[in-house]
């Protein structure tokens, strides 16, 4: 059987119409007609249901189209380890990150896989949670880094790679107005509550960070002062720095500074970050490699190594 021609049955599925199927197939609709009576007669079973404009999948139709399916994922996945076992290593792939990440992908995790991917393409989409999603689901990224809060859902195949706190950076001028409790552990906790006249700088609108950061507040029935919005850990750090005002920033992202208190939020803050995958993707060694160096980033298992070809 020429696994090609499964995909004619897939797009008539799909299409619902053998003229539109054609088109997209870059075929006439003679031609496929013709494959599809074809078959039909080879199976002896009916696939399609013929209603006015419209073709559905009979019982038949929708077990052979579940087949075709496998048969064709199963090919891509041969493909791909067969691509694998050669030792060009090139290629290209792509990832969205949001701004939160866009410095730790770029510093810590792009430059490392290009040791030993030196000939593979990475190509870096920064966007908000909710785009990246999109992206995801209309086929344009492969895989993407996205943080999400306790509640969310993510129509996408994906793996944890961290359930995180965010603590709070406070300038180091400010702490000492602040009635921050000592704790046992390497930072003080203070309540949200005594935040209220203390100058916020919050992620921007639409962000993951910043529905966490709108839901704490509003459970202590108190309005931020928010003084600066900013999509940048890096940058709302150097602003805490300088004194302008404290911000949420996750556990993994504190850089050691003597103008900065960290401090963990009460009640707690805590995110979700995942890797999700569009539909169907399939992952080269190259791009194992990738995902394993974001699990070793944010303390998961370690698996796939870089090819030593």
């Not at 049955?9 to 053998?18: C, D, F, L, Q, V």
């Not at 030993?116 to 999603?133: F, G, M």
């Not at 993510?154 to 300038?171: K, R």
Request: hydrophobic residues 40%; aromatic residues 8%; charged residues 15%.
């Amino acid at each position: 059987m020429d696994l090609h021609y499964l995909e004619y049955i897939i797009e008539i599925a799909n299409m619902h119409s053998i003229s539109r199927a054609a088109e997209n197939l870059f075929i006439t609709q003679s031609t496929l007609s013709q494959y599809l009576s074809r078959l039909e007669a080879e199976l002896g079973v009916g696939l399609f249901e013929r209603r006015r404009n419209e073709m559905t999948l009979t019982p038949a139709g929708k077990l052979y189209v579940s087949a075709c399916e496998q048969m064709l994922q199963q090919k891509r996945e041969l493909y791909n380890q067969l691509s694998d076992m050669g030792q060009a290593k090139t290629g290209s792939f792509s990832v969205g990150i949001t701004p939160q990440w866009g410095a730790v992908a770029y510093s810590h995790i792009i430059g490392k896989f290009y040791e030993s991917y030196p000939n593979v393409t990475v190509k870096v989409t920064e966007e908000t949670a909710s785009p990246l999603i999109r992206l995801l689901q209309d086929g344009e990224l492969d895989m993407a880094i996205i943080p999400l809060t306790g509640n969310s859902t993510l129509p996408l195949e994906s793996m944890l790679l961290q359930a995180e706190e965010l603590i709070l950076a406070i300038p180091k001028s400010h702490a000492q107005a602040l009635p921050l409790q000592n704790a046992e552990g390497s930072f003080p906790s203070i309540s949200i509550a005594d935040l209220k006249e203390e100058p916020m700088i919050f992620s921007q609108n639409l962000t993951t960070i910043r529905k966490l950061e709108n839901q704490c507040f509003a459970a202590c029935r108190i309005t931020p002062n928010i003084v600066a919005e900013i999509n940048s850990h890096p940058a709302s750090l150097v602003m805490a720095e300088q004194g302008i005002g404290s911000t949420f920033v996750p556990l993994s992202c504190a850089t050691t500074s003597d103008r900065i208190v960290y401090a963990h939020a009460i009640p707690a803050v805590q995110w979700y970050v995942v890797i999700a995958f569009r539909k169907g993707f399939v992952m080269h060694q190259s791009e194992k490699y990738f995902v394993s160096l974001f699990q070793q980033l944010f303390g998961g298992p370690f698996h796939p190594q870089a090819d030593s070809a």
